[in-house]
């Protein structure tokens, strides 16, 4: 079955920095690649999805690329700030389910 | 517009006990799921149906479950609780199983001891 993988688990950046975190999964039939945040002690939030027929996608600091040949895809958050701190999870589609990652704790440093 | 509302937000079993964890959504979403957090850990699907009437088992299916006779609830039930199953429930829904975004309920903490 589809297996994704996320890394790193944790990543600590400074303010203002770039953070970066990537994905990979197994399907090739996965199409549809969403990134959610969850803050502590929140529900997780849908931030930006990407589905197979585009490349990349941006809104405003966070972009999304995908590579469709490696089979990876990247959550890229520009200019970092303190409320970017939050655990980010990816996810791809694969026999009408979801399958997550494990999540990657994005820690802001002032 | 309420989203995904889930209630209770807190509740404390004994083992043993049962209880019905409520789900309920006003956006018109064929497909709801129920996850379960633990500290520090990822999502885990218990449930989950794509429409009313339809059931089936995520990967942790043992010791739950569910229903779903209309569109918009879709109630959890735990049958005899352990304290195995202490945990942060998430409910969430979407238009449909896997091409389109979840919007996630705010969680039930459940503690069982």
């Known amino acids: 079955g589809e297996n994704v993988e996320q890394h790193p688990s944790t990543l600590s950046v400074q303010e203002g920095d770039s953070a970066v975190i990537k994905c990979t999964y197994s399907?090739?039939?996965?199409?549809?690649f969403p990134w959610y945040k969850q803050e502590l002690g929140k529900r997780p939030q849908l931030i930006i999805d990407?589905?197979?027929n585009v490349g990349e996608k941006k809104d405003q600091r966070i972009a999304v690329t995908l590579n469709k040949t490696a089979k990876h895809f990247s959550l890229h958050i520009t200019e970092t700030q303190p409320e970017d701190s939050a655990v980010y999870f990816c996810a791809a589609n694969s026999n009408y389910q979801l399958i997550w990652g494990a999540g990657t704790k994005l820690i802001i440093k002032p | 517009n309420a989203g995904v509302t889930q209630t209770p937000k807190f509740q404390v079993l004994k083992t043993g006990q049962s209880m019905t964890l409520q789900c309920a959504q006003d956006?018109?979403?064929?497909?709801m799921s129920w996850y379960r957090q633990d500290p520090g850990m990822g999502l885990r699907l218990i449930h989950y149906?794509?429409?009313?009437?339809?059931?089936d088992q995520g990967e942790v299916p043992n010791g739950y479950n569910v229903s779903r006779s209309t569109t918009e609830d879709f109630p959890l039930r735990l049958l005899s609780a352990a304290p195995s199953q202490t945990s942060v429930y998430f409910c969430a829904s979407s238009y449909d199983d896997s091409t389109y975004g979840y919007t996630f309920g705010s969680g039930t903490r459940l503690t069982v001891v």
């Open positions: 399907d090739s039939a996965s199409n549809y």
């Open positions: 990407i589905r197979s």
């Open positions: 149906s794509v429409g009313a009437g339809i059931t």
């Open positions: 956006m018109n979403h064929e497909y």
